[in-house]
């Protein structure tokens, strides 16, 4: 799928940060920006692994993170896209929460699966 955008991911591997919680955090300040807005899609998980050279499971523990907090939303065999509800977030001027900055998210509900079944 052609992206109008490029997702520029500069990873810092030694930061001390987790790269996921770097590329989670990324995607949030385009969202909070505006270059990102509700609906867009998002490159699919093997694109953006191959583009900033990282695994996989990085990137989509990342997107994984950043669906159950609400900053995107996964459809089966269509992609990842920025939630609806950032406009929300965005409109009350209420700060946006935080990622967390530790390595293990406790999972609180289960989470749709952003590779699709071929």
Do not use: C
């Not at 609806?84 to 989470?111: C, D, E, W």
């Amino acid at each position: 799928m052609l992206r109008p955008w490029e997702l520029n991911v500069d990873i810092v591997r030694d930061s001390g940060m987790a790269i996921h919680v770097q590329i989670a955090q990324k995607i949030i300040e385009d969202i909070q920006s505006g270059r990102f807005t509700p609906g867009i899609a998002l490159p699919g998980t093997r694109e953006l692994a191959s583009k900033i050279n990282v695994n996989r499971k990085t990137v989509i523990q990342a997107y994984d993170e950043l669906v159950s907090e609400g900053w995107l939303i996964s459809e089966s065999q269509r992609g990842t896209f920025v939630s609806p509800r950032v406009l929300a977030i965005n409109h009350h001027n209420k700060p946006p929460p935080k990622i967390q900055t530790n390595t293990v998210f406790p999972l609180h509900k289960v989470l749709t699966p952003i590779q699709s079944k071929r």
